[in-house]
């Protein structure tokens, strides 16, 4: 499976939202495998890292993992749902994510993405 989730440069590149640069400290694509990155502000000099772990991987269809920060302030573990549909026009992709804590706001989240994927 390659693709821009499970390729390193390319994670480090489109994954952070605006004003953030990212890096991946380990990395391994497979069921029970995953990656720990962290997002650096730019501006600000402020980090945050977290951990992702992959529970379902199917080529051109699905992907599925946790999401876990390091914080402790943001404790708790979200899982990530990201289908992936050819259609006429190239793919459509739905991602939901569960569990999201409670101090961050989920338009954050909707904002993030949306970011990430322009």
């Known amino acids: 499976m390659h693709n821009a989730f499970t390729d390193k440069n390319a ?12 890096t991946i400290h380990e990395f391994d694509v497979k069921v029970g495998g995953g990656y ?4 650096t502000n730019f501006s ?7 951990r992702v772990i992959f529970t379902e991987l199917i080529p051109g269809e699905r992907i599925q993992h946790t999401d ?5 302030s943001l404790s708790g573990e979200m899982l990530v749902s990201i289908e992936l549909k050819t259609v006429c026009c190239g793919t459509s992709m739905s991602i ?13 989240c909707y904002l993030g993405w949306q970011e990430s994927l322009e």
């Open 96 to 108: 939901v994510q569960q569990g999201i804590p409670s101090v961050i706001p989920e338009e954050m």
């Open 11 to 22: 994670l480090e590149r489109w994954l952070p939202p605006y004003g953030c640069v990212g």
């Open 36 to 39: 720990r990155m962290s997002f």
């Open 44 to 50: 600000r000099g402020g980090s945050h890292s977290f």
């Open 68 to 72: 876990q920060f390091d914080d402790p």
